[in-house]
T-cell receptor
Framework: GAGVSQSPRYKVAKRGQDVALRCDPISGHVSLFWYQQALGQGPEFLTY????????KSGLPSDRFFAERPEGSVSTLKIQRTQQEDSAVYLCASSARGNNEQFFGPGTRLTVL | GNSVTQMEGPVTLSEEAFLTINCTYT??????LFWYVQYPGEGLQLLLK?????DKGSNKGFEATYRKETTSFHLEKGSVQVSDSAVYFCALIRTGFQKLVFGTGTRLLVSP
């Protein structure tokens, strides 16, 4: 594809609901990253995949957060039992093999009421 | 740990003014350094990068030089335009790692 795409662009959830956020990376990019950006802050790393392998999940804030990339392309970030503090923009990025330049998607703005 | 510190904004300038946004970092080893820009309503875009000491990254009239002795990567532009109004993020990737570590961002507002 032309760039990284994410869906939905906006999500409103009631506290306690589960949500799933989707990321379509640039075709052929082996690395995929998820970041969380709180209002007025810089993005914070959540997790990283190389192909289908999740190599680093040190940034996931709790066991309510789960990410997968089963076929090494599309990725889903799932948040269970959402809390108000989960409200943020969730950014996905991808990069090509051997290149540390990350290309970002437009983000999904999650609001938990 | 690894961290990036940016000057707080907003930075307010008139068109054609000179821009400097300060960025300093803390990291072990020799990180790669980046500036990303986020225009209103758009996603993060890479503006420029530098991978080793004394490298200068440049793009769209913006420049930044990797200064290991001062652990800095300040962003400069000689003459800003209204269209440069955006949030600018300084970031690093530590050698051998993949994840970006971002600063808190600096908002630039350029008036005609």
């Amino acid at each position: 594809g032309a760039g990284v795409s994410q869906s939905p662009r906006y999500k409103v959830a009631k506290r306690g609901q589960d949500v799933a956020l989707r990321c379509d990376p640039i075709s052929g990019h082996v690395s995929l990253f998820w970041y969380q950006q709180a209002l007025g802050q810089g993005p914070e790393f959540l997790t990283y995949f190389q192909n289908e392998a999740q190599l680093d999940k040190s940034g996931l804030p709790s066991d309510r957060f789960f990410a997968e990339r089963p076929e090494g392309s599309v990725s889903t970030l799932k948040i269970q039992r959402t809390q108000q503090e989960d409200s943020a923009v969730y950014l996905c990025a991808s990069s090509a093999r051997g290149n540390n330049e990350q290309f970002f998607g437009p983000g999904t703005r999650l609001t938990v009421l | 740990g690894n961290s990036v510190t940016q000057m707080e904004g907003p930075v307010t300038l008139s068109e054609e003014a000179f821009l400097t946004i300060n960025c300093t970092y803390t990291a072990t080893g020799y990180p790669s350094l980046f500036w990303y820009v986020q225009y209103p309503g758009e996603g993060l875009q890479l503006l420029l990068k530098a991978t080793k000491a004394d490298d200068k990254g440049s793009n769209k009239g913006f420049e930044a030089t990797y200064r290991k002795e001062t652990t800095s990567f300040h962003l400069e532009k000689g003459s800003v335009q209204v269209s440069d109004s955006a949030v600018y993020f300084c970031a690093l990737i530590r050698t051998g790692f993949q994840k970006l570590v971002f600063g808190t961002g600096t908002r630039l507002l350029v008036s005609p």
